[in-house]
């Protein structure tokens, strides 16, 4: 059975700290790696995506992937409390199907 | 931009009851539609997807069914709800070279 881990949390960082949220994968032919945020009662929001080793950089976000160690992350600088949700960590094999971890739940302390 | 548009927003049936949702797809042709479950404090699980008009595939082996009419409508039915049907439904979208987007999605509670 293909798995996606993560820390249910809640994960909690003071006002402008970094926020450091980490997944493991099963399936190592996996090609595509996804972050969403998805706030209480709303719908998941695609905030990252990454294909290749190594870190993307989007404003205040970061993703990093290890295809060898079958990690990836997403580190958030500078947190805010709007940041504070349940991040997804989803991985595509290049199928239709997106493999979605269960969460973990952020806490942005002002 | 791509959209996915779902109705109702919540949704409270009882038991026995039959169940319709509805998706529809604004922004692109031809997209590869999925009906998703979320229940409380639970991951999202996958229930149904479908590439293309009349072609359903399912993951789950349950008392709902899923059809796609039109290559941009995307519906979920139950013929009689059973209490374990409740949860968060969500409708997303996946057209080649970009990644799964999400409809607002149906609370759904079955008493």
């Known amino acids: 059975q293909k798995e996606v881990e993560q820390n249910s949390g809640p994960l909690s960082v003071p006002e402008g700290a970094i926020a450091s949220l980490n997944c493991t994968y099963s399936?190592?032919?996996?090609?595509?790696f996804f972050w969403y945020r998805q706030y209480s009662g709303k719908s998941p929001e695609l905030i990252m995506s990454?294909?290749?080793?190594g870190d993307k950089e989007d404003g205040r976000f970061t993703a990093q992937l290890n295809k060898a160690s079958q990690y990836v992350s997403l580190l958030i600088r500078d947190s805010q409390p709007s940041d504070s949700a349940t991040y997804l960590c989803?991985?595509?094999?290049?199928?239709?199907?997106?493999?979605f971890g269960t969460g973990t739940r952020l806490k942005v302390l002002a | 931009s791509q959209t996915i548009h779902q109705w109702p927003a919540t949704l409270v049936q009882p038991v026995g009851s039959p169940l319709s949702l509805e998706c529809t797809v604004e922004?692109?042709?031809?997209?590869?539609l999925y009906w998703y479950r979320q229940a409380a404090g639970r991951g999202l699980q996958l229930l149904f997807y479908?590439?293309?008009?009349?072609?359903i595939s399912s993951e789950v082996p349950q008392n709902l069914s899923a059809s796609r009419p039109q290559d941009r409508q995307f519906i979920l039915s139950s013929k009689k709800l059973l209490l374990s049907d409740s949860g968060f439904y969500l409708c997303?979208?996946?057209?080649?070279?970009?990644?799964?987007?999400f409809g607002p999605g149906t609370r759904l509670t079955v008493l």
């Open positions: 990454i294909y290749s080793n």
């Open positions: 989803a991985v595509s094999s290049g199928t239709y199907k997106y493999i």
């Open positions: 479908s590439v293309g008009i009349g072609q």
């Open positions: 922004g692109t042709s031809n997209p590869n």
């Open positions: 997303a979208g996946h057209h080649r070279g970009h990644e799964q987007f």
């Open positions: 399936d190592r032919v996996s090609q595509s």
